[in-house]
């Protein structure tokens, strides 16, 4: 698991734990990551839930459409102007 990825047991009784000042044993009952924390879960009845974070599908629609707009905007903009004859660019003073 990295950084992204948070894995947490779920269950009526962590509720409970919650609710009473117990600090220590509700962190060993959320923890899912060893099988110790899975083991201590399945003993309170709950279910280990895995969540991803969404940085790697932003990360990659952001990249999908940067590279997008190169191929189909600035690239040709580019082309044209440098097509272009060099004093057709000047703006008369």
Same mark, same amino acid.
């Given at each position: 698991?990295?950084?992204?990825?948070?894995?947490?047991?779920?269950?009526?009784?962590?509720?409970?734990?919650?609710?009473?000042?117990?600090?220590?044993?509700? +962190?060993?009952?959320?923890e899912c990551v060893s099988d110790h924390g899975k083991a201590a879960c399945a003993d309170l009845g709950g279910v280990c839930r895995t969540e991803r974070d969404g940085y790697y599908w932003?990360?990659?629609?952001?990249?999908?459409?940067?590279?997008?707009?190169?191929?189909?905007?600035? +690239?040709?903009?580019?082309?044209k102007l440098q097509c272009t004859y060099i004093l057709a660019l000047s703006f008369p003073v």
């Open positions: 698991m990295d950084l992204l990825v948070a894995s947490e047991c779920f269950s009526l009784a962590l509720v409970l734990l919650a609710l009473s000042t117990d600090a220590e044993s509700l +962190q060993i009952g959320r932003v990360s990659t629609l952001c990249i999908a459409t940067g590279a997008m707009i190169l191929l189909f905007f600035v +690239q040709p903009a580019a082309r």
